[in-house]
T-cell receptor, first 113, second 112 residues
Framework: DTAVSQTPKYLVTQMGNDKSIKCEQN?????MYWYKQDSKKFLKIMFS???????INETVPNRFSPKSPDKAHLNLHINSLELGDSAVYFC????????????FGPGTRLTVT | GENVEQHPSTLSVQEGDSAVIKCTYS??????FPWYKQELGKRPQLIID?????GEKKDQRIAVTLNKTAKHFSLHITETQPEDSAVYFC???????????FGKGTRLSVIA
């Protein structure tokens, strides 16, 4: 039983391309997140979605756009990929209110050449 | 917004010794403080958490302490084992619709 899943696990692409990463959770959580982890292992919040509504959007370039077709899915679309976008992207989910664990997906390693 | 500082960035200990990782936070309204462990190539996973109305919590070899006045919290691992080697992240969150803010991580190496 996979709680939070992401596809693909690895993504290698060239500069300028557009790509998407998919995320699904089967925990019934009401909030989903995208994090970027760079080579120094820093975990930076990019977006969070609650009930299909964007509630946090950090200073992320508008080339990145989250799309949530329903409460169980939050996909990440990236346009015009740049070398600096190379990182591991983690999807996560939790219940918004209260003291609830945030569950992470397995990560997608994006390499832009 | 919330800012979380974590120290040290790297820590090496001999097997069987204790390890301590410290974090400070800036927003006095933060009330939830989890710790995550990330093994090489894996996802971060929760190992222990503490709420602001509790000063200490233990789970076998792992303990977390919280000092609300000083706005800092610490992770203590006793009798370390090689499988404790990983990157550890502290985090803090203000209640409501805010996400976790993570520290920059501590790479712990347990030397056999």
């Amino acid at each position: 039983d996979t709680a939070v899943s992401q596809t693909p696990k690895y993504l290698v692409t060239q500069m300028g391309n557009d790509k998407s990463i998919k995320c699904e959770q089967n925990l019934g959580h009401d909030t989903m997140y995208w994090y970027k982890q760079d080579s120094k292992k820093f975990l930076k919040i990019m977006f969070s979605y609650n009930n299909k509504e964007l509630i946090i959007n950090e200073t992320v370039p508008n080339r990145f756009s989250p799309k949530s077709p329903d409460k169980a899915h939050l996909n990440l679309h990236i346009n015009s990929l740049e070398l600096g976008d190379s990182a591991v992207y983690f999807c996560a989910s939790s219940q918004l209110r209260g003291y609830h664990e945030q569950y992470f997906g397995p990560g997608t390693r994006l390499t832009v050449t | 917004g919330e800012n979380v500082e974590q120290h040290p960035s790297t820590l090496s200990v001999q097997e069987g010794d204790s390890a301590v990782i410290k974090c400070t936070y800036s927003d006095s309204a933060s009330n939830y403080f989890p710790w995550y462990k990330q093994e090489l190539g894996k996802r971060p996973q929760l190992i222990i958490d503490i709420r602001s109305n509790v000063g200490e919590k233990k789970d076998q070899r792992i303990a977390v302490t919280l000092n609300k006045t000083a706005k800092h919290f610490s992770l203590h691992i006793t009798e370390t084992q090689p499988e404790d080697s990983a990157v550890y992240f502290c985090a803090a969150r203000v209640s409501g619709n805010t996400p976790l803010v993570f520290g920059k991580g501590t790479r712990l190496s347990v030397i056999a």
